[in-house]
T-cell receptor
């Protein structure tokens, strides 16, 4: 069974640009969550999607948005990139109400 | 409020036991997790415990939960150099898949 797949693994963008990151969950998993990991703030929750609906959102500005498709794949978008958006973005998938959440390898975004 | 705290660093000798501690504040937490992160990698789920349990053992890993004190610990028996990594505890509340993570504990194992 394939794990959680995040693409791309690495990205370099310049300030002011926008970026889209992709996450394919484990087959059969309908819940996808996104997290931002930085040395200063640690792991912070961004959003949670289930069946194409956003169920929960963290304390991030409106420049951060996401969506989930009917096949459970999810994307997150960051517009008007800032230097502080440089981070490892992690996606996790789980079955609804399940105990376990599995993470992808992450997308490392560098904003220059 | 939601807050999860861990000590930042732990150093142990190979073959000894490691104990990583975590405290949390959300009394509605239903599941508590331990994840491992190696350099440049994502998070690997090690083990988890349901909030109505006191202890869970899985091979070299033992999780202890003191719900009254909101204290969680992970014991790694016979620690190996391959166990060197950052360990995160996390909590999850009922009816959500949102995880609240601790700051992470860097475990260093020396020969």
């Amino acid at each position: 069974k394939a794990g959680v797949t995040q693409t791309p693994r690495y990205l370099i963008k310049t300030r002011g640009q926008q970026v889209t990151l992709s996450c394919s969950p484990i087959s059969g998993h309908r819940s996808v969550s996104w997290y931002q990991q930085t040395p200063g703030q640690g792991l912070q929750f961004l959003f949670e999607y289930f069946s194409e609906t956003q169920r929960n959102k963290g304390n991030f500005p409106g420049r951060f948005s996401g969506r989930q498709f009917s096949n459970s794949r999810s994307e997150m978008n960051v517009s008007t990139l800032e230097l502080g958006d440089s981070a490892l973005y992690l996606c996790a998938s789980s079955q609804q109400g399940a105990d376990e959440a599995f993470f992808g390898q992450g997308t490392r975004l560098t904003v220059v | 409020g939601e807050d999860v705290e861990q000590s930042l660093f732990l150093s142990v000798r190979e073959g000894d036991s490691s104990v990583i501690n975590c405290t949390y504040t959300d009394s509605s937490s239903t599941y508590l997790y331990w994840y491992k992160q190696e350099p440049g990698a994502g998070l690997q789920l090690l083990t988890y415990i349901f909030s109505n349990m006191d202890m869970k053992q899985d091979q070299r890993l033992t999780v202890l939960l003191n719900k009254k004190d909101k204290h969680l610990s992970l014991r790694i028996a016979d620690t190996q150099t391959g166990d060197s990594a950052i360990y995160f505890c996390a909590e999850k509340s009922y009816n959500t898949d949102k995880l609240i993570f601790g700051t992470g504990t860097r475990l260093q194992v020396f020969p």
